[in-house]
């Protein structure tokens, strides 16, 4: 009888040992820890100087820690919350700069890869129809593709194949000096396909490549928003060619008529390069989630959806580990600001020429 009964224990430790192996296993793969170092480069100069720099925080989907902001030369600085979306930020000042001066924010960060989430102290009624932010739009050109291809609140898959289907990334530049010319007239690797074709029409206005290069340069000229990395739904709707502010805008103009809340997320990517532990991180990344009653907040990354279409079923529903959120929300209000900021990650700064550069650790 006792050789009978331990054969049961003996499997029952080996359940308990394979089921705390996957364990680690999930846990180790579906995180990342990174140190973050931002920083800002700012010339001397004999004007007031202002400068306005965001601070990810803690919240279910990563956790910050080891915040340090660094400067060579006296700034008051100060750390302040918006009250709209409950952002941090650091506000800096000096009434001039004798010499170049570096702030550095450096952050550790676990970042989880997650799908729906119940966030704590985040109100939908802050992010439905109605919200209009200055590039969201919501109404009459809304509902009538929402019409047109009977997209509905009951099926939010329907929305996101929608935008994706009708979006294309890249910039429209002919600039060749230009880091993105690269999707203008260069290949997607994933795909071998060309990012951006001459052989169709962008947008629901149909508009050629060539075309696409006048709207771009126009909007330079007159200092408009209806341009690409704005996150001008309108333009994304119109002319179908951006980045991941206007793939996002758009899927949240389409949620927002239908009375689906939806938020805009924003920070960086952190490169996930094979035998690299550090380097430099090229820029923003942004995405987007939408809110369901009774389920919570479900994330969208539409635009790297685009990028790899084998990750498309993914991104409808999940984001991976390799990013870092630093705000939420559009329409941001900062101190000694005029008007709210259509979005903010990079540093503002007033009073003086600046650089920015941004790199990560693994730890």
Same mark, same amino acid.
């Given at each position: 009888?006792?050789?009978?009964?331990?054969?049961?224990?003996?499997?029952?430790?080996?359940?308990?040992?394979?089921?705390?192996?996957?364990?680690?296993?999930?846990?180790?793969?579906?995180?990342?820890?990174?140190?973050?170092?931002?920083?800002?480069?700012?010339?001397?100069?004999?004007?007031?100087?202002?400068?306005?720099?965001?601070?990810?925080?803690?919240?279910?989907?990563?956790?910050?820690?080891?915040?340090?902001?660094?400067?060579?030369?006296?700034?008051?600085?100060?750390?302040?919350?918006?009250?709209?979306?409950?952002?941090?930020?650091?506000?800096?000042?000096?009434?001039?700069?004798?010499?170049?001066?570096?702030?550095?924010?450096?952050?550790?960060?676990?970042?989880?890869?997650?799908?729906?989430?119940?966030?704590?102290?985040?109100?939908?009624?802050?992010?439905?129809?109605?919200?209009?932010?200055?590039?969201?739009?919501?109404?009459?050109?809304?509902?009538?593709?929402?019409?047109?291809?009977?997209?509905?609140?009951?099926?939010?898959?329907?929305?996101?194949?929608?935008?994706?289907?009708?979006?294309?990334?890249?910039?429209?530049?002919? +600039?060749?000096?230009?880091?993105?010319?690269? &999707? #203008? !007239? $260069?290949?997607?690797?994933?795909?071998?396909? %060309?990012?951006?074709?001459?052989?169709?029409?962008?947008?629901?206005?149909?508009?050629?490549?060539?075309?696409?290069?006048?709207?771009?340069?126009?909007?330079?000229?007159?200092?408009?928003?209806?341009?690409?990395?704005?996150?001008?739904?309108?333009?994304?709707?119109?002319?179908?060619?951006?980045?991941?502010?206007?793939?996002?805008?758009?899927?949240?103009?389409?949620?927002?008529?239908?009375?689906?809340?939806?938020?805009?997320?924003?920070?960086?990517?952190?490169?996930?390069?094979?035998?690299?532990?550090?380097?430099?991180?090229?820029?923003?990344?942004?995405?987007?989630?939408?809110?369901?009653?009774?389920?919570?907040?479900?994330?969208?990354?539409?635009?790297?959806? +685009?990028?790899?279409?084998?990750?498309?079923? &993914? #991104? !409808? $529903?999940?984001?991976?580990?390799?990013?870092? %959120?630093?705000?939420?929300?559009?329409?941001?209000?900062?101190?000694?600001?005029?008007?709210?900021?259509?979005?903010?990650?990079?540093?503002?700064?007033?009073?003086?020429?600046?650089?920015?550069?941004?790199?990560?650790?693994?730890?």
């Amino acid at each position: 009888m006792e050789n009978q009964m331990s054969k049961p224990i003996s499997y029952l430790a080996v359940l308990a040992t394979l089921i705390i192996c996957l364990n680690i296993f999930t846990t180790d793969t579906s995180s990342r820890s990174v140190n973050f170092q931002y920083n800002v480069k700012l010339k001397e100069s004999n004007d007031k100087v202002e400068v306005w720099i965001p601070i990810p925080q803690t919240n279910e989907v990563q956790t910050v820690s080891n915040v340090h902001l660094t400067n060579k030369q006296e700034m008051q600085c100060e750390e302040l919350e918006e009250k709209k979306h409950n952002n941090k930020y650091y506000y800096c000042s000096a009434d001039m700069l004798k010499e170049e001066t570096i702030l550095n924010l450096s952050v550790d960060v676990i970042r989880y890869e997650h799908s729906t989430v119940n966030y704590e102290n985040v109100n939908p009624d802050n992010y439905d129809k109605g919200t209009n932010n200055s590039t969201v739009f919501e109404g009459k050109v809304f509902e009538k593709i929402i019409n047109e291809a009977n997209l509905s609140r009951n099926n939010i898959d329907k929305i996101y194949e929608y935008v994706l289907s009708g979006m294309h990334y890249g910039k429209p530049t002919e +600039d060749t000096n230009d880091k993105n010319y690269k &999707y #203008f !007239n $260069g290949k997607n690797p994933k795909t071998d396909q %060309e990012w951006l074709p001459d052989t169709i029409t962008y947008g629901r206005k149909g508009v050629s490549k060539k075309d696409l290069v006048k709207v771009y340069n126009q909007a330079r000229r007159n200092k408009t928003n209806f341009t690409y990395g704005n996150g001008n739904s309108q333009y994304a709707c119109d002319i179908g060619v951006g980045n991941c502010t206007d793939y996002h805008s758009y899927f949240m103009s389409l949620c927002r008529t239908l009375d689906i809340p939806a938020r805009f997320h924003m920070g960086f990517s952190i490169p996930n390069i094979k035998d690299e532990s550090q380097g430099k991180v090229g820029g923003y990344h942004c995405w987007a989630d939408y809110y369901i009653d009774g389920k919570g907040w479900t994330p969208v990354d539409i635009s790297e959806a +685009d990028k790899d279409p084998s990750l498309a079923d &993914y #991104f !409808n $529903g999940n984001v991976n580990q390799h990013r870092i %959120e630093f705000v939420v929300g559009r329409d941001i209000e900062l101190k000694n600001r005029n008007n709210p900021e259509n979005f903010f990650v990079y540093p503002i700064v007033n009073g003086t020429e600046y650089s920015k550069s941004f790199y990560y650790k693994n730890l």
